[in-house]
Each structure stands twice: as C-alpha cells, then as structure tokens.
C-alpha cells in the first residue's frame, strides 16, 4: 500500500464552529426560543433548554478540548437577543462574557472567527416584523457597531450574516423556520434587506478596524439535473441553483440581487466580502415534476447508490464538495470552509466523510487556489432547528441529560489530521480503512 500525506499549506485554519442559539443555552429572549414553544414546530418536541449550556460556562472546557486536539481556530456566533435585549438597552454583562470566550480562544492559541447574525432574531426585531421590515437592517447595524467595538480586541474575522439562503428559504419559503411564512415575496424583500444589513455592516466593521476580514458564509447546494431528459430537467435545476446558490454571492458582485423576475438594486453591495465563506454539506439530483409549482417544478432527491447520514439529511457525496470549491474561487477572493460535517451519531460514516471532504479540499489547494481555512460543523452535538436532537453532528457526542461529553473516533481523527497539518495514509487506515483505497490507490 503507498505511504504518502497530503499537506496542507503553512498557516493552515483548523477549527470547529458553532452557533449561539444551538450551543449557549437559555436563549430565552430570541423568536427561536418562542418557537420552540410551538406545538407541532421542532421533531417529537424537543427544546434547546440548556443546550450545551455555553453560557453557564461550559465554553471553557469545550475550548479546552479543541485546542487540545489541536484546532488552531473556532467559528462562533454572538447572540443579538443577549446583547441587545430591547431596542434600547444593551447589556454590558453579555458582551463582557463574549469578551470571555474570545479572550479564552486567544488563550489558547486560536483564531477566532465571530458571526454576527445565525438564524435567530431578538423577540422585539421578530415583533417588528423580522427582517421584511425595512428598519431591520438598520437596526442590526446598530447591534454590530456595539458588538464589534467591544469584541475587537480579540477578533479580525468576521461573518456577517449565516446563510441568507437558508434563512429565507426556511423561514419565508418552506416555513419550517419562524417566522413559519411560505410567501415567496415577503422572502425577496427579506433576501433584500439581509443584503442591504451585511452591507451596512460590511461598512461599520472597516471603519472600526482596518485589519478586518468580513464576509457571508454561503451555503452552497449544487442542484444536478437528473437526466436522462437533461434539458428538461435543467429548467427546476437553473432556477433552484440560481435563487439557492448564485443570487446572494452574485449580488455581492454586481450590485444586483436577481431571482426570476424579482430584483432589488443595492449598488452599494459590490465588493463588500474580503473572503468568500463556503459551508458545504452535500448535492442533490433534481427531475423536472410539473405536480411540483412550488418546488420550482422539481423533485429533488439523492442518487440511488448514495450512502446516508443517520437520519438520511445528507448524502455522502464529496466530489460535489470540489465542485463548490472551483466555483467559489471564481469570485476571486480567498476562500474559508466555514462549515462541513454530517450528522452521525454512531460515528460509522463522520471518519470518511471527514477525510474524503478534506481530500477534496487538498485537491483544491494543489491547484492554488486560495482556501485558507476549514470549519468543522460541529465541535459537540448540539440543537439542530426543527430536527431538535435527531441529528448528532458533533466531533464529541452529547448526553443532554447529563451535560457529558462522548469522544467519538472521529475527534482523534481530526487531531491527528489538525497537528500533522495533514492526511496521511497511515491516519485514513486507522481511522478511515474504508477510503483507504479511493485517498491511496495502488499504483
Ligand atoms: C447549517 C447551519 C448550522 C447547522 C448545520 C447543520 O445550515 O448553518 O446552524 O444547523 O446546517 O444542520
């Protein structure tokens, strides 16, 4: 068997990340947590409660886990609702323990990269109408000119806002998100104003500090027309690929967010990402369905032979991983994997799946192109949006009774891969046999 390693270039980002609502804990003050209140909105009822209860502490001794597996960075998020509980009051406390936690990353040795806005709003921003309203984006300027002016000590990267796409899909198309609309044209205003707030905040965080590098993390879903009728088959493809994928990233652009026959002109938006943020789990095939208008006439689905998470959310299909990368390095900027992962509670899939994804992005750095970094989704289970506990896509498993952390194989897999800075063939046979051949083929 050929012994080799793939390396990975010096200076190399190797982290986890995470977001607030799904990690802290007694969110209490968001409309995820009202949400959750819902009957019949979050699978067999469950509740974030004290998830992996970050903010009574336990941030520190997660921390400590990364870094002793050698992760030199964490993407985490700031929670709006904390820091900003009512329109007119801040909470010093709160952006003290933010300080806290960054300083602790700091601590330790690691980069941190901060999100502004994951998924969950204040109540009051909610009560105003969330982001259709059009003060929104003004108001969340305001909450990250506060937030980045205390955190900047400890931070120069910086996401401004989680999946757009996901967001208003979830949360204006499918419903499956608050606030629960499917109303495609409160979604287009509110794509518009997630836009127009990035921007603004785009704006506010180089005026604070010159050394920042802010961007969106985008996620990135390529749609495959299924065939054999290909050309039928590429009508629901072009259009998901175009509202899902391409509008936001191109907007940033061009100046010009386009989906169909909505566009909203935002001029100011060109050229506000200094890196692009590719989160990536997995592509799906699409056949055109006329019984499907609201799907974009399509039934989208995975191949055949294509092998499951545990709750068949993801297919394990790393070569569309490649795909992402060589299209996110056409907008010419470096590029950061802010997150990668499957849900995998027993660990049977996570090994592979890890060290075949990472070999696409090795692949993608040995054509030069500028990835600079990779997150892993997630550095310990936590609460998965309306698939509540369901789906475990942590490196270390969580017992959420107890609060215990389970070390799942694929920690000292990734440790071994974070410290060598590398894969070698020696790490994929013990951790990963069965890529064995497909990393390191005969001669
Ligand atoms: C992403 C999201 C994360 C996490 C992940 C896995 O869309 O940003 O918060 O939930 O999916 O489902």
Redesign the pocket.
Known sequence: MPQATFTFPAGFLWGA?T?SH?VEGNNRNNDWWAWEEQPGRIIHAHRSGLACDWWGGRWREDFDRARETGQNAHRLSVEWSRIQPAPDRWDEDALERYRAMLRGLYERGMTPMVTLH??ANPLWVAERGGWENDETPVLFAAFVQKTVEALQEYCTMWITI??PN?YTFMSYVSGLFPPGKTDLRAGMKVYANLLKGHVLAYRIIHNLQREARVGV?H?SRPIIPAGPLTWLDSIPANITNSFFNEAFPKALMTGKLQVLNFSAHVPEAIGTQDFFGV?Y?TQELVKFDLTRASDAFGRRFYPKDAELSTTG?IAHQPEGFFKVLKWAKGFGLPVIVT?N?V?DADDHLRPRYLVEHLHQVWRAVNFNWPIKGYFH??LVD?F??E?GWT?R?GLWGLDVDTQQRIRRPSVDLYAAICKQNGISSEMVEKYAPGSLLKLFPPA
Do not use: D
């Open positions: 990340a977001s799904q994951h998924f989680n999946e996901v993390a996620a989160n789990y959310f997150e992962g849900e989704w997630s936590n998965e949006w698939r789906q896509f």
